[in-house]
């Protein structure tokens, strides 16, 4: 069992205790979790997202969180100016974007309008971050029963495939997968949402741990491979790869 599934299940097992309630049960004992090289810290890492973003706390050094209730895709250049000044941008070796549940709600159904703020608002990040790994999240389910939350998170997966899509149009975006995290087989796991929050929407604070830990793992064991694949290839020039994944950045169409 990995650092994430030990968080997940630590709530799994308190929801169960009403139903356990009535008859006597022999504690378990608490398994150790080891902690890898992927569930670290990340270092000079900048994140930008909405209020499910609201007193998040990331391991590492160097990394802000930046953070707008109700932000969208299309709200990138507002959330760009709240970067500190002391930030240095060409220093970042890291951006996450966890967006997406605005743009979602305020679509209206028009998927062409919100993947053109999605493809806008990723290009502005890369320009703005010019050595940065640039990582998209994907759109986090939404708690809840019925046919409209039903609806919703079938339009989360449709959305969260063109994310995956869109990080795959540039060298330096990847993407990071939270979704079967949080709605295993579908169903979105209420230890991990909100009880106060009727729309469904807000991760608690154990979400956001479980949120903190995806990115960490993520990101690392891509860093991991990456050094890996620098270690197998070293015929290249460092001034020269450089050079040519400064140009391979952004996509030209």
């Known amino acids: 069992m990995d650092h994430l599934d030990s968080v997940i299940n630590e709530d799994d097992d308190?929801?169960?205790?009403?139903?356990?309630?009535?008859?006597?049960?022999?504690?378990?004992?608490?398994?150790?979790?080891?902690?890898?090289?992927?569930t670290k810290g990340i270092n000079n890492a900048v994140i930008f997202g909405d209020s499910n973003l609201r007193d998040f706390e990331m391991n590492g050094e160097n990394?802000?969180?930046?953070?707008?209730?109700?932000?969208?895709?299309?709200?990138i250049e507002d959330l760009l100016n709240k970067t500190p000044e002391c930030i240095n941008k060409e220093e970042i070796e890291n951006i996450v974007l966890h967006l997406g549940t605005n743009d979602l709600l305020h679509s209206k159904g028009d998927e062409d309008i919100t993947e053109m703020n999605m493809m806008d608002g990723t290009k502005k990040v890369i320009e703005t971050f010019e050595n940065a790994q640039v990582w998209i999240s994907s759109v986090?389910?939404?708690?809840?029963?019925?046919?409209?939350?039903?609806?919703?998170?079938?339009?989360?997966?449709?959305?969260?495939?063109?994310?995956?899509k869109l990080s795959k149009r540039h060298e330096c975006t990847e993407f990071i997968d939270n979704y079967e995290i949080f709605a295993p087989n579908n169903l979105a796991k209420k230890a991990l949402f909100q009880d106060t929050d009727n729309a469904g929407l807000h991760i608690n604070e154990k979400g956001k741990e479980v949120l903190q830990v995806s990115f960490c793992e993520t990101i690392n064991r891509d860093l991991k491979d990456r050094k890996r694949g620098r270690d197998e290839n070293m015929s290249?020039?460092?001034?020269?790869?450089?050079?040519?994944?400064?140009?391979?950045?952004?996509?030209?169409k």
């Open 14 to 38: 308190e929801i169960n205790k009403e139903s356990e309630a009535t008859s006597i049960i022999e504690p378990e004992k608490e398994t150790e979790v080891a902690v890898s090289e992927t």
């Open 63 to 75: 990394v802000t969180v930046i953070q707008k209730s109700g932000a969208s895709f299309g709200d």
């Open 140 to 164: 986090l389910p939404r708690k809840g029963k019925g046919e409209k939350v039903k609806n919703y998170n079938e339009k989360v997966k449709v959305i969260n495939c063109f994310l995956k």
């Open 236 to 252: 290249t020039p460092p001034s020269a790869e450089k050079k040519d994944n400064k140009n391979a950045r952004i996509e030209n």
